[in-house]
């Protein structure tokens, strides 16, 4: 009976936390009444999520008292006036704006458009640090200023027209990158000026923002601060929730080129999370595994804080992914060994291309990971694999990957030889020419082998999501018939090279 | 002490209205409960379905009783021997049956087989009047009856013949059609006479239907009635909740002419849908924004009574989707203003043929918006994005989408271009010689152009659902691969022109 | 106040029942607290997995109680040493250790690596006899040794080599099988030797596992029986429920060979299901229609012991899945009239030719099911369509399939008659030289159409998820597309044919 008391009066407390009812600490700024005075009304939605978000009920100093293991917030100290409030509109929102370029005045406080990765590490910084250390950071200059992408995306993205007989490629435009390519890779916010706009509160002034809205992982904020932790912290919930669910990941993960999240749907981990997802905990740190949840998701195998069911820690928390990553199986063209920086900007093959690999799949080891550091990544990942799995399931997995590894780079080198054959039989003009190598038919499907059919393969393997996408769906079935079809194409132009030449 | 027992008082009331324990009010009708005699043994899952529903617990009496925005019955009165009994079996499939074809009798009453969206205009008549001014309702009609898609669905659909070198179209058949294009525009339902079955309560008499069964949105009922609720309100729940979920819409809007549902599953609205679903009421009416869901689904932007937390209404509900669209984003072949009348059989542009833009990509004005009517259609979007976005984060977006409405349709252009250089050096049989222009392998290389990959390309840009659906899933990427393939295709032609001259 | 006791007590009550306190039947055995003094730390997942699962909570003395419907225990009897304890690790990893090629000493006990089928025969006796009846225990054989299929992963699995002008393909290498063809249809698992592991616990020996990690249907297990029960009871809670949740189908039933579960995702049945699952019970058993579930997953239809609410049956348990159909739909390459023996090493059609079809789309009557077996088998399907359909629903539904069987069956002749036109010209060297039919250009073409195309098309039909699949999801527009572009190819070929002879 004392029992069964003790569990009453446990579930009672666990009401009372839950609807943190725990007296005189929370209360809003008056800057952030101020805020929710006119915002409540204008936007409903968007208050709706912070009200049901944990900064809305928890302060930067109560946060600061939560053990090791538990706290979520990483900075030692937080400034004094952040100390008592929850975290509002106008606690993050007035963060630094000496060093935002879209502050601006707005009824009567300074205040900036963005918040930005730089604004979240004042009480986040530890995540900030390391996510300055994650490739997706860099994916803004990592792209656009790598003169191979910018070839490109100029085939892909820009303006073309047909006129007699010739498609010409014309200019690209801004509108177009900001969503494709830099909808995930992130845009450079920029303020172009200021803009007066007609309210329901008379004509108020605005930045006006280039670039704006976006959400990518590299996006260059009006701080110069690099990255959107919006990204998977969704606003204005900014939920561990969201970002540890794989539906998030799902967003910049799913296409053909990078089919992460199509793998995991159709891996065992995919099919237990989708049946017993309700049954999990997604909100508790440290995330326990086994009793917050019995199938990984994104998050716990590349990111999360995981600690067995007695708390000890599996793996540490990381905002660099590739922390638990050896490889970049995302291959440009072949998978290689993860690059050691995650700013591309030096790197640099033999043939002077902007690529850490030769143009036969050899690595140039300068820039990336060696032996011993993959080992020593590998290793954390596999501290998460081996909770659940024996050592010869998790050996035998990543033996099946380093296989997988290596033929699918063999079959984009025999791609990249055939392509080469093309180019000296002067068929297409493409890379010894010095014109861009992705605008011709055949240098399309070269380029669809390694980025969508070899990728596929990498990732079904190396997330065990093996039948479809290895084979059937952008895998080996596809690899070998593009091949077939690449050397086909050369025939063919062989077979009408003298007709060709007879009428030119 | 006080406040806890007002609590307990009201969560009890709560309990009780959720049990319907009202009292006499709510009563089976007679006919009704002869129907569950037999059905509820007969099909249990369907009459379970209905047990769970509104229907079953509610009269149209109470249901008139509710405030203006909570009503769900929208006719101002309905009959008499309705009002007092709650909605059962007999209630719906007893209506009108004297309009329709597929009436029967059947243990003593004369029932219709299929409730028709003229018979649900019974309670819900300001719905059936808005659909019928809604595209869908004319699905049927206006794919059947326009000559272009005849030409099309015959290329696709029919018979084909491969006997001395030649293929050869023969004819198609109603049982493919019912199952491809008419499975979501919908069929015409006729009676082709009775048929007498041997059943458990002996040998009895049914209409013998064609074209059923089908819930397309489109579909001509037997009482000659355009469209099935049931396309979105399944049977037999009819529910609001399924039909606010984006899964029902996927049923038809995910394939790769028309890929909304997979673009939105990859954007920011899809990915906090999923993860936060469960903490969503989809049963509210009206639905309140930040309240009730945080992301909205298809139907907070295209349907549904929407208001503040505070009850302040943001959009009326509307069952005319274009209410709130500017644009007709679907191609045929190219994407613009939305057509002014639902019905479609009066189009047709300068060249004679049923389109409501001309081959270079013109839209004929006298068929589709004005831009005034578009900004006013535009405006009513607009006040959904706004309860959570700012107005320049709205504006921009919408700067994008006219971008890429501009951009996709030139590309579309200029595949049509090359095409008419392939018609011109008759290297194919098509429009010039009167010809189907769907036949060939090139005129398909040209539909698959703005079919799939336009498409694509202006559903990621209109629900910010950018990166793959944009360049790599049928985006811009396939795009200009396509017409660099196309303009190859001409190439080869013309390469091959003396030879195969010679052989004639 | 009363009546708030009453709500307490019963709150209290049910949890008791869910913690499952039920006194002192519910033992571990020794030997299973021996494994979990390791193994809740070594592998708190999978422990915790298993401790969720009823596994953990009844033992099969318990199970035998149950009323017959209700029984999950089938086996008349089970061993006297496993009646009063849980299920545990013990239980079943100790099974049949004589016949078991990896059992092994391990910490004083002897124990198998892999719970095989027959070990779950042990209680589960009329379930793994069902199973051996079953195509899917059979994938590893029907497929390794079919000399068809034996060409086909030549083709598609193995190491291509350019050189010369020419490709040349290589040895297959079995890791990139395991994840790709076997990773559905299983690997066989034979034991190598010893291995032995430094541990946390000291040097241990293990058996070292070749074809080990494998969850396929049809895997070969070290003790000679066939098939892995976890491939749908997904370890270690093999629990109903995610058995009964078709996202567990979708491992492998997803791809374009067999879109099965993209079909379920766009019908009628897949949306209810997405839309209410929450509310469905998916443990009871048995399956109640209506009362657990108003809309059918995978399970319902092809699996699971269905009653009506009265409890009265309606469909008998079965794990050989074709007991309920009367086709087999996946095209090898026609449709056809589903396999007598799930075993299919007899097959052979009049060419010689490892078939259960002629070339021509006939089916070979002695390997397959008579019209009186299909009806039969489609009879049992029925009956569970019914539980919510009216009869002339379920017949015209059908009359669709066999429609759709007979047409698509006709466009893979056209092809093949195309593609033996192509032979016949030399052109491509493919059967009538006796070489491998997979490996030329026109060969893929016409293997997509078959083994792609025309797979969507039917599965669409049969699952009634129409429009995309049936039409632009690989189904009718891509069929008729690709037969036209076989001819056209043909056409080349005859094209360039004097030019290539010159060449030679």
């Given at each position: 009976m004392m029992k069964r008391m003790i569990q009453f009066v446990t579930a009672v407390f666990i009401c009372l936390i839950s609807l943190n009812l725990y007296g005189e600490d929370l209360k809003l700024s008056d800057e952030t009444e101020d805020c929710l005075g006119c915002h409540s009304e204008l936007h409903p939605g968007l208050v709706s999520s912070w009200q049901a978000s944990r900064h809305s009920r928890v302060s930067p100093a109560q946060g600061l008292t939560k053990p090791d293991l538990e706290r979520r917030v990483s900075s030692p100290d937080t400034p004094d006036e952040l100390q008592r409030v929850v975290v509002g509109c106008y606690e993050c929102h007035s963060l630094r704006t000496e060093e935002h370029s879209d502050a601006f005045e707005h009824n009567g406080y300074r205040i900036n458009v963005i918040v930005s990765s730089a604004d979240c590490a004042t009480c986040h910084s530890v995540e900030a640090e390391q996510y300055g250390r994650n490739i997706m950071a860099h994916a803004y200059g990592n792209l656009v200023d790598n003169t191979l992408y910018q070839d490109f995306t100029k085939v892909v993205n820009n303006h073309y027209t047909y006129e007699k007989g010739q498609l010409t490629i014309g200019e690209g435009d801004m509108l177009t990158e900001y969503e494709s390519c830099l909808y995930c890779h992130g845009t450079k916010v920029e303020v172009k000026g200021l803009v007066t706009r007609d309210t329901d509160y008379g004509e108020l002034e605005f930045p006006d923002l280039e670039g704006w809205p976006n959400q990518g992982v590299g996006r260059i904020n009006p701080d110069g601060s690099l990255g959107a932790?919006?990204?998977?912290?969704?606003?204005?919930?900014?939920s561990i929730e969201i970002a540890r669910k794989p539906s998030t990941c799902s967003e910049c993960h799913k296409g053909p080129d990078v089919p992460a999240y199509k793998v995991y749907e159709v891996s065992k981990h995919g099919n237990i999370y989708q049946a017993k997802m309700s049954d999990f905990n997604f909100t508790e740190v440290p995330w326990r595994v086994g009793?917050?949840?019995t199938a990984p998701t994104c998050a716990a195998c590349h990111a999360s804080l995981l600690v067995s069911p007695e708390g000890e820690v599996i793996a540490e928390r990381t905002h660099q992914y590739n922390d638990r990553l050896s490889w970049r199986l995302f291959g440009v063209p072949y998978a290689h060994p993860h690059p050691i920086d995650a700013n591309l900007e030096k790197v640099v093959n033999s043939q002077g291309l902007p690529l850490a690999v030769e143009l036969n799949g050899e690595p140039v080891a300068e820039f990336v990971l060696s032996k011993e550091q993959q080992l020593e990544n590998n290793n954390r990942m596999k501290a998460v694999c081996l909770t659940c799995h024996s050592t010869q399931w998790v050996e035998n997995h990543f033996k099946r990957l380093d296989n997988t590894i290596h033929t699918t780079n063999r079959m984009t080198y025999q791609a990249t030889k055939i392509l080469s054959d093309i180019w000296a039989g002067g068929f297409e003009k493409g890379l010894p020419q010095g014109e861009n190598i992705f605008d011709e038919q055949t240098e399309r499907m070269w380029t669809t082998i390694w980025l969508f059919y070899a990728n596929s393969s990498r990732f079904a393997s190396a997330m065990a999501g093996g039948g479809d996408y290895a084979v059937f769906a952008n895998g080996r079935y596809q690899t070998t018939e593009q091949l077939r079809k690449l050397l086909d194409q050369l025939k063919l132009y062989r077979a009408l090279e003298e007709k060709e030449e007879v009428e030119k």
């Amino acid at each position: 009976m004392m029992k069964r008391m003790i569990q009453f009066v446990t579930a009672v407390f666990i009401c009372l936390i839950s609807l943190n009812l725990y007296g005189e600490d929370l209360k809003l700024s008056d800057e952030t009444e101020d805020c929710l005075g006119c915002h409540s009304e204008l936007h409903p939605g968007l208050v709706s999520s912070w009200q049901a978000s944990r900064h809305s009920r928890v302060s930067p100093a109560q946060g600061l008292t939560k053990p090791d293991l538990e706290r979520r917030v990483s900075s030692p100290d937080t400034p004094d006036e952040l100390q008592r409030v929850v975290v509002g509109c106008y606690e993050c929102h007035s963060l630094r704006t000496e060093e935002h370029s879209d502050a601006f005045e707005h009824n009567g406080y300074r205040i900036n458009v963005i918040v930005s990765s730089a604004d979240c590490a004042t009480c986040h910084s530890v995540e900030a640090e390391q996510y300055g250390r994650n490739i997706m950071a860099h994916a803004y200059g990592n792209l656009v200023d790598n003169t191979l992408y910018q070839d490109f995306t100029k085939v892909v993205n820009n303006h073309y027209t047909y006129e007699k007989g010739q498609l010409t490629i014309g200019e690209g435009d801004m509108l177009t990158e900001y969503e494709s390519c830099l909808y995930c890779h992130g845009t450079k916010v920029e303020v172009k000026g200021l803009v007066t706009r007609d309210t329901d509160y008379g004509e108020l002034e605005f930045p006006d923002l280039e670039g704006w809205p976006n959400q990518g992982v590299g996006r260059i904020n009006p701080d110069g601060s690099l990255g959107a932790c919006s990204s998977c912290h969704t606003r204005h919930s900014f939920s561990i929730e969201i970002a540890r669910k794989p539906s998030t990941c799902s967003e910049c993960h799913k296409g053909p080129d990078v089919p992460a999240y199509k793998v995991y749907e159709v891996s065992k981990h995919g099919n237990i999370y989708q049946a017993k997802m309700s049954d999990f905990n997604f909100t508790e740190v440290p995330w326990r595994v086994g009793t917050d949840f019995t199938a990984p998701t994104c998050a716990a195998c590349h990111a999360s804080l995981l600690v067995s069911p007695e708390g000890e820690v599996i793996a540490e928390r990381t905002h660099q992914y590739n922390d638990r990553l050896s490889w970049r199986l995302f291959g440009v063209p072949y998978a290689h060994p993860h690059p050691i920086d995650a700013n591309l900007e030096k790197v640099v093959n033999s043939q002077g291309l902007p690529l850490a690999v030769e143009l036969n799949g050899e690595p140039v080891a300068e820039f990336v990971l060696s032996k011993e550091q993959q080992l020593e990544n590998n290793n954390r990942m596999k501290a998460v694999c081996l909770t659940c799995h024996s050592t010869q399931w998790v050996e035998n997995h990543f033996k099946r990957l380093d296989n997988t590894i290596h033929t699918t780079n063999r079959m984009t080198y025999q791609a990249t030889k055939i392509l080469s054959d093309i180019w000296a039989g002067g068929f297409e003009k493409g890379l010894p020419q010095g014109e861009n190598i992705f605008d011709e038919q055949t240098e399309r499907m070269w380029t669809t082998i390694w980025l969508f059919y070899a990728n596929s393969s990498r990732f079904a393997s190396a997330m065990a999501g093996g039948g479809d996408y290895a084979v059937f769906a952008n895998g080996r079935y596809q690899t070998t018939e593009q091949l077939r079809k690449l050397l086909d194409q050369l025939k063919l132009y062989r077979a009408l090279e003298e007709k060709e030449e007879v009428e030119k």
